[in-house]
């Protein structure tokens, strides 16, 4: 089994990054395969809402300079999927925001990629602004269909330099928690296919309350 982790922090190896590797460490314990992608210092483009991707079908975004369809597809082929961000203005990283966008628009425009994937979201903020940017992300996981492991409490971890978050003793418990639940539930998922059968996947609903 593999998780693709994102890192959407402008900093290669700041403190979302170390965030993530705890979590990384504890499924590479339980014998799952990373990797970290790092995303936040690319020129990303946001969605241009041209709904050529639901057009097509092609499990592609039209745009072709930059690397979103790469990382489309490795989200595809693995198991799990976690989304690391920094906290801007109480938000999330304007890239970070920009694939997901993207990624999820084409995914459920090509039959719902990532459905009954395992995913997960982590902040790593300063001082405030870490819920509103957990919760941004885990509406992309939510809308998907997918399944997310909990830890013993919101995934948020404080630190301000590179490093820093490790100073913060329940923040690195919350990590590397959620790492353990998210290894035990991606062989639970693994270990109930041959037994289990999926439920049918219903065709999307759309309700448009103007008339």
Not at 102 to 111: I, L
Not at 156 to 185: A, C, F, W
Request: hydrophobic fraction near 40%; include cysteine; glycine fraction near 10%.
């Amino acid at each position: 089994m593999k998780v693709v982790a994102f890192n959407g922090s402008p900093k290669k190896e700041g403190n979302t990054y170390h965030a993530l590797k705890i979590v990384c460490e504890q499924l590479q314990a339980q014998g799952i395969e990373t990797e970290i992608i790092h995303l936040g210092n690319k020129g990303i483009k946001g969605c241009l809402a041209c709904g050529k991707c639901r057009e097509n079908k092609d499990e592609k975004c039209i745009i072709k300079t930059d690397a979103v369809n790469e990382w489309i597809q490795l989200m595809k082929n693995a198991d799990g999927i976690l989304f690391g961000s920094p906290v801007h203005y109480a938000a999330l990283s304007a890239n970070i925001k920009a694939f997901l966008d993207r990624a999820f628009y084409v995914s459920g425009s090509n039959g719902n990629m990532f459905r009954h994937k395992v995913g997960a979201s982590i902040a790593a903020v300063r001082r405030s602004g870490g819920l509103p940017t957990f919760n941004e992300m885990n509406n992309f996981l939510n809308y998907a269909e997918m399944f997310i492991p909990t830890s013993n409490y919101w995934n948020v971890i404080h630190g301000t330099s590179p490093g820093e978050v490790l100073q913060d003793e329940e923040g690195v418990q919350i990590m590397r928690v959620l790492g353990k639940n998210m290894s035990y539930l991606l062989k639970l998922i693994d270990a109930g296919k041959a037994t289990v059968e999926a439920p049918e996947q219903e065709d999307k609903i759309y309700t448009n309350f103007i008339r």
